[in-house]
């Protein structure tokens, strides 16, 4: 029995391997890759560090972006707020109105309607957009102080801190009126702008 007819097939069994061999360098090196690429993280938006002033003054240059102030947050009976001393609500421009991304909630009471809850069902969307939520210790020890109870009776308790989020207005009149138009349309009676925390950046201690 002869061998040659063997021996002519063997190269292109050898060219089947090669091709074979590289189809798995290559399969492997694309999976590498990918898993790099998947571990490797995203850019995040960068936030406009601003002051909450520069926001009041010009609400249509910040609407919807990302932004960082320090400021002071305020909440109690009808009162979710953040405000600068340099620019109080109303002399100093419009009121803002607080609220929290993700699925948590301020829990600020009106004087009529259902008990406030501290969570909702879903992520808040506000104009379309999807407000997530770093819901972290820096910002549960805000929203600890924000919500404690007092020794002695107050109106509203504040917190000074460092917040990232995105502002949200229309300019309108008074409850859907021509009448004093300004910046405004959420909060207690569409009183104000909206911010919207989706981060707390760092939280001041209190005074004494």
């Known amino acids: 029995m002869s061998v040659w007819p063997a021996l002519r097939e063997l190269p292109d069994e050898l060219h089947m391997l090669t091709r074979m061999r590289t189809a798995l360098v290559l399969v492997g090196t694309l999976a590498t890759g990918l898993a790099a690429a998947q571990s490797t993280p995203q850019h995040s938006e960068v936030p406009l560090k601003v002051s909450l002033c520069d926001v009041k003054a010009?609400?249509?240059?910040?609407?919807?972006?990302?932004?960082?102030?320090?400021?002071?947050?305020?909440?109690?009976?009808?009162?979710?707020?953040?405000?600068?001393?340099?620019?109080?609500?109303?002399?100093?421009?419009?009121?803002?109105?607080?609220?929290?991304?993700?699925?948590?909630?301020?829990?600020?009471?009106?004087?009529?309607?259902?008990?406030?809850?501290?969570?909702?069902?879903?992520?808040?969307?506000?104009?379309?957009?999807?407000?997530?939520?770093?819901?972290?210790?820096?910002?549960?020890?805000?929203?600890?102080?924000?919500?404690?109870?007092?020794?002695?009776?107050?109106?509203?308790?504040?917190?000074?801190?460092?917040?990232?989020?995105?502002v949200f207005a229309r300019h309108e009149g008074i409850m859907g009126t021509q009448q004093g138009k300004s910046w405004r349309g959420y909060g207690h009676m569409d009183c104000c702008m909206l911010f919207v925390v989706t981060q707390v950046v760092s939280v001041e201690p209190p005074q004494p």
């Open 58 to 166: 010009h609400p249509e240059m910040f609407l919807h972006k990302l932004l960082e102030f320090t400021a002071t947050a305020s909440h109690g009976f009808e009162d979710s707020m953040v405000e600068d001393s340099h620019c109080p609500w109303p002399e100093g421009g419009p009121g803002v109105w607080m609220d929290y991304g993700g699925k948590r909630s301020t829990a600020t009471k009106y004087c009529c309607g259902e008990s406030p809850k501290s969570s909702r069902s879903e992520t808040l969307v506000v104009e379309g957009i999807s407000l997530d939520l770093v819901d972290d210790e820096t910002f549960r020890a805000f929203d600890r102080r924000l919500h404690r109870r007092p020794s002695k009776p107050v109106s509203s308790i504040n917190v000074r801190a460092t917040m990232r989020g995105r």
